[in-house]
């Protein structure tokens, strides 16, 4: 492929403080759950959940969206994905690509680093206990398409959303021997695919030890002069030094996740454009119903800048003046996002959740003291 080969490795210093990482650790305890209906399926959905937490493996891997095929190859190690690499669009080499599709090509593949979804090695992916999903879906099995993927037969669950306003359906290829999703559809309200990915090859790997995202976040983070704390949310919005907001309105099947705060001696020197996440102290939180994920991230607006300017205006429920700004995070994962600067506050909230239902959050934000 020469000088066109393109990957994302590990991420830069900065990349370490910005929507990757300030994201990713709030996807690391549930609590709460409802008792599943049918025991061979939360079986299986079990083991899906701890598999994924130790997948290792190198792996070629097809994205389908809007009709058109991604291939890529993958370096996976327990559940984080290190490396991607383009291979081909519609069976077409990276070399024989026009410009403007190669440059789409290389952009998706350099978020990697950075955007929520592709930092994991599956858009698919099991929020903590598995039981929480019968809160939000109905499971079942469909033995009518069960598929081999990557010489594992696998066997298809069919998740359908109890509130289908605002989240959409899955379909997942389980292998019931290692546990792994090695396939998903999302699909939409009408029953039309929106996106897939499938395995083509695999080559598991069983690394003999390594430390746990959360362990090896909190050492990126330390060696930036930095340090998270968790605790329950009633304490962080306690702890923290400015006045936190947090939404009245909390979606249906959707209960806390993780709460932390983050803090650095200094703030980190941004990247040109990343100004709007730069700051010394953040209040992290996350929601989930099982598989769409909720992140609330504040942090005093003093340390925004420019990015309080602009945007457009929208009254809250209390009657306030708030500037809501569309979030620019750019790939093409299913995330919607949007920030929220009240008085010195901004809050970003960012969710796997329709745009509507993520303005009926924006909308009952509140001071919580």
């Not at 959409?168 to 019931?176: G, I, M, N, S, T």
């Amino acid at each position: 492929m020469g000088s066109r080969a393109l990957s994302a490795r590990a991420p830069s210093t900065l990349r370490a403080v910005g929507l990757r990482a300030i994201l990713a650790m709030a996807m690391l305890a549930i609590v709460g759950c409802e008792d599943p209906t049918d025991p061979e399926i939360a079986a299986l959905l079990s083991k899906a959940e701890a598999a994924q937490q130790e997948f290792s493996a190198d792996a070629i891997r097809e994205f389908t969206r809007d009709g058109s095929v991604l291939r890529e190859r993958i370096s996976v190690r327990w559940g984080e994905l290190l490396e991607r690499e383009a291979l081909s669009v519609d069976g077409k080499s990276l070399d024989e690509l026009p410009a403007d599709v190669y440059r789409q090509v290389e952009l998706w593949t350099e978020l990697a680093g950075t955007a929520l979804e592709r930092y994991q090695y599956a858009e698919f992916r099991i929020q903590g206990d598995p039981r929480r999903l019968w809160q939000s879906y109905e499971i079942e099995r469909e033995p009518g398409r069960d598929v081999e993927i990557a010489g594992h037969y696998c066997l298809a669950l069919h998740l359908v959303p109890k509130h289908p306003s605002s989240r959409l359906a899955f379909r997942a290829w389980v292998d019931p021997r290692s546990g792994l999703v090695l396939g998903y559809e999302r699909v939409s309200w009408t029953g039309e695919t929106i996106e897939s990915m499938r395995f083509i090859e695999l080559e598991l790997q069983t690394p003999s030890s390594g430390p746990g995202r959360r362990e090896k976040q909190d050492d990126e983070l330390s060696s930036l002069g930095g340090n998270v704390e968790y605790m329950p949310l009633n304490e962080a919005l306690e702890a923290v030094r400015f006045r936190p907001m947090m939404p009245r309105y909390r979606p249906d099947g959707f209960s806390d996740h993780l709460t932390a705060i983050l803090r650095f001696d200094r703030p980190p020197v941004p990247r040109s454009g990343s100004e709007w996440i730069v700051g010394d102290e953040y209040l992290l939180h996350s929601m989930t119903d099982g598989l769409n994920r909720l992140f609330l991230i504040s942090l005093p607006a003093d340390s925004l800048g420019s990015a309080k300017d602009g945007g457009s205006h929208l009254g809250g429920s209390a009657g306030n003046r708030v500037v809501v700004s569309r979030f620019p995070i750019t790939d093409d994962s299913s995330l919607s996002a949007f920030m929220v600067v009240d008085e010195n506050v901004a809050t970003f909230v960012i969710g796997t959740l329709s745009e509507p239902e993520l303005i009926t959050i924006i909308e009952s934000l509140a001071f919580v003291r």
